[in-house]
């Protein structure tokens, strides 16, 4: 393992004038008060909810100010906030980097890299050889999954490595075709992480101090799709999309409790599983969407199709429940908004076609925030009817495949080599 400690002094820029010190301020008079903890993929509870206790501002201004911005690596990792921290996972060069920065001003806390060569498939060549796997912070600890399958622990207070696995020999491939994308999660007090390559891999639980393994189930190779906790019938089940088929497993015991046949085309699920009161939503290239019913039957749990909705299947965004409708953006006419009824499966509405290959939700208290692979980011009403953006921003002048990450002072987008922070104007007040 090879590692190397900078310590930077590197300030962020600053924009539209905004000075850092007044954003809280800012913020407040418009109405914005986002959750002070996101603290992995798809925030809390992995499903792109800022959470009942958080707030979108009640006008959404004509403009976002940009409190900050810093150089960040490159890669689709998403940001993470605990506190007044935020952490992002990025490549720069031949190494892959954590860096810890302070929320309110950008400045750098500490950065600590290792190195990770990597050559890129020729079909993912457009997206870089950036980590593509967002970290979770648990308990202080940074857990950080690279392109290439390696696995660190962190310490979140100064970025020192606690321990490090990289699986070489234990595969015969590290790394799926389009690279590691799966996002570690905490599970019954275990960090949960899908490794290995295309054909043969292993979803294993590890103890987070130390990284000794607690349970192993072998055999499926890791998708590109990121697992979900959830629970039917007192049952914890972690739910994940894996090579070939949907899994539930009893993350305390690791095992299989249920499994479902999912076989798309050159073998790309990517799509987080979405819970929607008792069903799992699932999609995938050219499955459509799927509604998936979970229920224990004598000592047996059985996993069965509820409902398929083939006109919208979404490819590499992952959707959201949105006052009681699914929505998301399906690949299908280059690219297609839509919404659809959890219990039926049945089309509520969608957009014109032409809407671009990927978009990343979020939902807050009274919005649904869309950032758009373009580096747009669209505002739309809690409870649309339709595809009807009441604000649309410019947030980055590059691709933004990252997922937006709410804070308490507003914004964090991810582009293609830099992270930023907006906040509203004053003109919202």
């Known amino acids: 393992m090879h590692q190397v400690v900078v310590s930077s002094n590197q300030r962020p820029t600053h924009g539209r004038a905004l000075l850092p010190s007044l954003l809280a301020v800012t913020l407040a008079c418009a109405g914005a008060a986002f959750s002070a903890d996101w603290s992995e993929w798809r925030g809390p509870n992995r499903d792109a909810t800022s959470g009942a206790t958080s707030a979108a501002p009640r006008v959404w201004p004509a403009e976002l100010a940009r409190a900050w911005r810093v150089p960040a690596g490159s890669g689709q990792s998403s940001p993470v906030?605990?506190?007044?921290?935020?952490?992002?996972?990025?490549?720069?060069?031949?190494?892959?980097?954590?860096?810890?920065f302070a929320l309110s001003t950008g400045r750098s806390l500490w950065r600590q890299a290792y190195e990770a060569r990597y050559d890129v498939y020729s079909g993912a060549a457009s997206y870089g050889s950036g980590p593509r796997s967002t970290p979770v912070l648990h308990e202080g600890r940074l857990f950080t999954l690279g392109i290439s399958g390696i696995l660190t622990?962190?310490?979140?207070?100064?970025?020192?490595?606690?321990?490090?696995?990289?699986?070489?020999?234990?595969?015969?491939?590290?790394?799926?075709?389009?690279?590691?994308?799966?996002?570690?999660?905490?599970?019954?007090?275990?960090?949960?992480?899908?490794?290995?390559?295309?054909?043969?891999?292993?979803?294993?639980?590890?103890?987070?101090?130390?990284?000794a393994e607690r349970w192993a189930i072998e055999g499926d190779g890791p998708s590109y799709s990121s697992p979900i906790l959830t629970s039917f019938e007192g049952q914890p089940q972690i739910v994940i999309q894996v090579h070939r088929r949907i899994l539930g497993v009893d993350p305390a015991l690791g095992r299989i409790l249920w499994s479902f046949p999912f076989v798309t085309p050159c073998d790309q699920n990517i799509v987080t599983p979405l819970r929607a009161?008792?069903?799992?939503?699932?999609?995938?290239?050219?499955?459509?969407?799927?509604?998936?019913?979970?229920?224990?039957?004598?000592?047996?749990?059985?996993?069965?199709?509820?409902?398929?909705?083939?006109?919208?299947?979404m490819y590499m965004s992952s959707p959201v429940l949105l006052n009681g409708r699914v929505v998301g953006l399906s690949h299908r006419r280059r690219g297609q908004y839509f919404a659809l009824d959890p219990a039926t499966g049945g089309v509520v509405w969608k957009s014109e076609a032409g809407q671009g290959e990927n978009a990343a939700f979020l939902v807050a208290e009274g919005a649904l925030l869309v950032l758009q692979g373009d580096g747009r980011l669209l505002v739309l009403p809690e409870r649309t009817q339709g595809f009807s953006p009441t604000r649309r921003y410019r947030v980055a002048e590059s691709a933004t495949y990252a997922h937006p990450v709410p804070t308490r002072l507003g914004i964090l987008v991810k582009d293609e080599v830099g992270l930023s922070l907006y906040g509203t104007s004053p003109s919202a007040k």
Do not use: C, Y
């Open 81 to 100: 906030v605990g506190a007044d921290t935020v952490f992002l996972f990025a490549r720069e060069g031949e190494m892959e980097v954590a860096r810890a």
């Open 153 to 211: 622990a962190f310490d979140g207070g100064n970025g020192r490595i606690l321990w490090q696995k990289d699986f070489a020999g234990r595969f015969k491939e590290q790394a799926p075709p389009f690279g590691t994308a799966m996002s570690p999660m905490l599970a019954n007090g275990l960090l949960i992480a899908h490794v290995g390559g295309h054909e043969a891999g292993a979803l294993v639980a590890f103890d987070p101090a130390t990284g």
């Open 277 to 313: 009161g008792g069903l799992v939503v699932v999609s995938s290239l050219s499955n459509g969407t799927q509604g998936i019913r979970v229920a224990r039957k004598a000592t047996e749990w059985i996993a069965e199709p509820a409902w398929q909705a083939p006109e919208v299947s």
